[in-house]
Nanobody, 124 residues
Framework: QVQLVQSGGGLVQAGGSLRLSCAAS????????MGWFRQAPGKEREFVAA????????AYGDSVKDRFTIIRDYAKNTGYLQMNSLKPEDTAVYYCAARLGLAFSRTQYEYDYWGQGTQVTVSS
């Protein structure tokens, strides 16, 4: 069983930066992929980024590529989503998630564990 606890988020002006954190506990995380998703009001949950915990390889959604970076601190069992050059359309509730295995997935239904979500609001 894995527990994911998120922190970070808040209100920022367009062009600014924020960093989200996702602390994992309850299981050895080495065989997991951590992902980040976001959901804006009235929209489907959207894939943002993912990282293979042991290998460190990453994948990104097209709308955030070159602006967001997913990283992990192996020793702290914590993943981060560094968000730069934020735009109003990045406004959403952001969720971290975990799935067992080494394959990336951009589909929310293939993730087994979820954080509580955190609001990110970007003002224009």
């Amino acid at each position: 069983q894995v527990q994911l606890v998120q922190s970070g988020g808040g209100l920022v002006q367009a062009g600014g930066s924020l960093r989200l954190s996702c602390a994992a506990s309850g299981s050895t995380f080495s065989s997991y992929v951590m992902g980040w998703f976001r959901q804006a009001p009235g929209k489907e949950r959207e894939f943002v980024a993912a990282i293979r915990w042991t290998h460190g390889s990453t994948a990104y959604g097209d709308s955030v590529k070159d602006r967001f970076t997913i990283i992990r601190d192996y020793a702290k069992n914590t993943g981060y989503l560094q968000m730069n050059s934020l735009k109003p359309e990045d406004t959403a509730v952001y969720y971290c998630a975990a799935r067992l295995g080494l394959a990336f997935s951009r589909t929310q239904y293939e993730y087994d564990y979820w954080g509580q979500g955190t609001q990110v609001t970007v003002s224009s």
